[in-house]
């Protein structure tokens, strides 16, 4: 590490606590790690030969954890992809041709920075090239070489590749023969084989990046009804023999509700917490449809839930019910899932739209959440989703200097007035575009609309590039075969959902 940096905002906001705001302060950073938060002063005269940035239109805070997305660099709308409910949505991909993983997620890690986001999760994902392991090293060469910091989920998936069970064998039984030929060819298996080979997998990326400052790495069940029993036992066990977390989407649609009914009478969360799969490394994403009895456990086990606003929407899964959760006590953090609202990778524009997708339209409905709840779910939560905590999350002496610089000028010009409290007006108005520089580790990687070290260009040409070459599948026929599918999926999923067995709760 070369060198000091001491950085000299207006504002400094070193905790998630509109509290802790105070202006003529400074940061001194070296060595990746931030030494002192000072008067600006007291640090201009300690650190003579550092690097000084003069910062003064802007608020220094922690870093913003994107707390739950896939590395998709390219949106799926950008790759051809409609908005649609989600299992539509995901079945359109067996259409295509293979993705350039480490292409995409280099562009998604770039975009990440831009936006002020300093860690983040990748959640499993597959883009079936067959080479499972292989996707999984590009992708964290691609976050390695953009610098940003990342919990990396080993997926697995070992059932309801085509529709959730318990309905596979009915919904292939009523299939035309060439649809269920097309379905039943051998395929590559999109993760490891099984629950062994997902642990041996673990065992070499964990021999190849222990110590890495920067990378870490958990499992990603694909969800409840994605994986069996024995899979979710195994994958549990060895996640707390290693001490690591387990990443995993539930309750995320209509349909999932509707089978989670069928499949665990006594609630997901029961029986994910009877199989050792609730602790407080444990990470939820969407819970859109959890009830009560879910949020209890999930409370009481200490495991955190994302918010992924935009994606519920656009995927028509409706609202997590997020005061609910507050109100059972439940730690909540926030991710794009590269799929936000206005299809970017806005993190504080999400934050904003869970919060106001918090405030129910009843005199009697709980409050919604709290500014320093809004911070702490963009920081400290997320840095214990992405296994980083207590590391990150705050900027205090001896944590890891990873932090934002955001512009105040849009946010308070041309007038603000003194009684709105500057936090408040931050999260109310600014972007990110209006991030200034993001420092990761002690670097700084991006600063006035570039990155420091790599050609943005570049990166999303080669996105773009990959995205040209994977645009047909080798199999011409799998295009219209998919297009076939989507019909019954959406027969059978409308069924499924209509069935007496569900209930509205949500
Ligand atoms: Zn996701």
């Known amino acids: 590490m070369s060198g000091a940096i001491v950085l000299f905002p207006g504002q400094l906001l070193p905790r998630p606590s509109a509290a802790s705001l105070r202006a003529g302060l400074g940061v001194a950073v070296e060595d990746g790690r931030v030494m002192e938060v000072a008067e600006a002063a007291l640090l201009r005269a300690r650190w003579p030969g550092a690097q000084q940035i003069e910062l003064p239109d802007c608020l220094i805070m922690p870093g913003l954890v994107n707390a739950h997305q896939h590395g998709r660099g390219l949106s799926q709308v950008q790759l051809g992809y409609h908005d649609d409910y989600l299992e539509t949505w995901i079945a359109?991909?067996?259409?295509?041709?293979?993705?350039?993983?480490?292409?995409?997620?280099?562009?998604?890690?770039?975009?990440?920075?831009?936006?002020?986001?300093?860690?983040?999760?990748?959640?499993?994902?597959?883009?079936?090239?067959?080479?499972?392991?292989?996707?999984?090293?590009?992708?964290?060469?691609?976050?390695?070489?953009?610098?940003?910091?990342?919990?990396?989920?080993?997926?697995?998936?070992?059932?309801?590749?085509?529709?959730?069970?318990?309905?596979?064998?009915?919904?292939?039984?009523?299939?035309p023969g060439e649809l269920q030929q097309w379905l039943n060819r051998s395929g590559a298996p999109l993760y490891a084989r099984d629950a062994a080979s997902t642990i041996a997998l673990m065992a070499r990326l964990q021999a190849d990046f222990r110590g890495h400052p920067r990378i870490r790495l958990c499992y990603g069940p694909a969800g409840p009804q994605w994986v069996s029993e024995a899979t979710?036992?195994?994958?549990?066990?060895?996640?707390?023999?290693?001490?690591?977390?387990?990443?995993?989407?539930?309750?995320?649609?209509?349909?999932?509700?509707?089978?989670?009914?069928?499949?665990?009478?006594?609630?997901?969360?029961?029986?994910?917490?009877?199989?050792?799969?609730?602790?407080?490394?444990?990470?939820?994403?969407?819970?859109?449809?959890?009830?009560?009895?879910?949020?209890?456990?999930?409370a009481r086990t200490g495991a955190t839930v994302v918010r992924n606003p935009g994606c519920n929407l656009r995927l028509r899964n409706g609202i997590a019910p997020m005061v609910r959760y507050l109100a059972h006590g439940v730690r909540l953090a926030i991710g794009t899932d590269?799929?936000?609202?206005?299809?970017?990778?806005?993190?504080?524009?999400?934050?904003?739209?869970?919060?106001?997708?918090?405030?129910?339209?009843?005199?009697?409905?709980?409050?919604?959440?709290?500014?320093?709840?809004?911070?702490?779910?963009?920081?400290?939560?997320?840095?214990?989703?992405?296994?980083?905590?207590?590391?990150?999350?705050?900027?205090?002496?001896?944590?890891?200097?990873?932090?934002?610089?955001?512009?105040?000028?849009?946010?308070?010009?041309?007038?603000?007035?003194?009684?709105?409290?500057?936090?408040?007006?931050?999260?109310?108005?600014?972007?990110?575009?209006?991030?200034?520089?993001?420092?990761?580790?002690?670097?700084?990687?991006?600063?006035?609309?570039?990155?420091?070290?790599?050609?943005?260009?570049?990166?999303?040409?080669?996105?773009?590039?990959?995205?040209?070459?994977a645009r047909l599948p080798a199999d011409a026929a799998s295009r219209e075969r998919a297009q076939q599918l989507d019909a019954h999926l959406r027969r059978h999923y409308r069924a499924v959902s209509d069935s007496p067995s569900r209930s509205g709760a949500g």
């Open 338 to 469: 590269n799929a936000s609202l206005a299809d970017d990778e806005d993190l504080l524009a999400e934050l904003r739209l869970a919060a106001n997708l918090a405030r129910e339209p009843r005199w009697d409905a709980p409050p919604p959440p709290s500014v320093d709840q809004l911070l702490a779910m963009t920081t400290v939560n997320g840095a214990v989703a992405a296994q980083f905590a207590p590391e990150v999350g705050t900027l205090e002496a001896g944590k890891r200097a990873d932090l934002v610089a955001i512009s105040l000028v849009r946010t308070c010009a041309p007038y603000l007035d003194p009684d709105m409290p500057l936090v408040a007006a931050l999260l109310a108005r600014a972007g990110g575009s209006d991030v200034r520089l993001t420092m990761v580790d002690g670097r700084i990687l991006y600063r006035d609309g570039r990155l420091t070290g790599l050609d943005m260009a570049e990166i999303e040409q080669a996105a773009a590039d990959a995205a040209r070459r």
């Open 232 to 298: 979710w036992s195994a994958l549990a066990s060895d996640a707390g023999r290693r001490g690591i977390g387990l990443h995993l989407h539930a309750l995320e649609s209509p349909a999932q509700q509707a089978v989670a009914k069928e499949l665990f009478p006594g609630g997901v969360f029961a029986w994910l917490e009877k199989l050792g799969a609730m602790t407080p490394r444990t990470v939820i994403a969407h819970g859109v449809w959890a009830n009560d009895a879910d949020m209890e456990i999930i």
């Open 92 to 175: 359109s991909r067996r259409g295509r041709g293979v993705l350039d993983a480490y292409a995409v997620t280099r562009l998604a890690a770039a975009r990440m920075l831009a936006n002020g986001v300093t860690c983040t999760v990748h959640a499993n994902y597959s883009y079936g090239s067959g080479d499972y392991e292989s996707e999984l090293r590009a992708q964290l060469a691609a976050y390695d070489e953009v610098g940003i910091r990342v919990a990396m989920c080993v997926g697995a998936m070992d059932r309801g590749q085509i529709v959730y069970p318990p309905h596979e064998a009915c919904f292939m039984a009523g299939l």
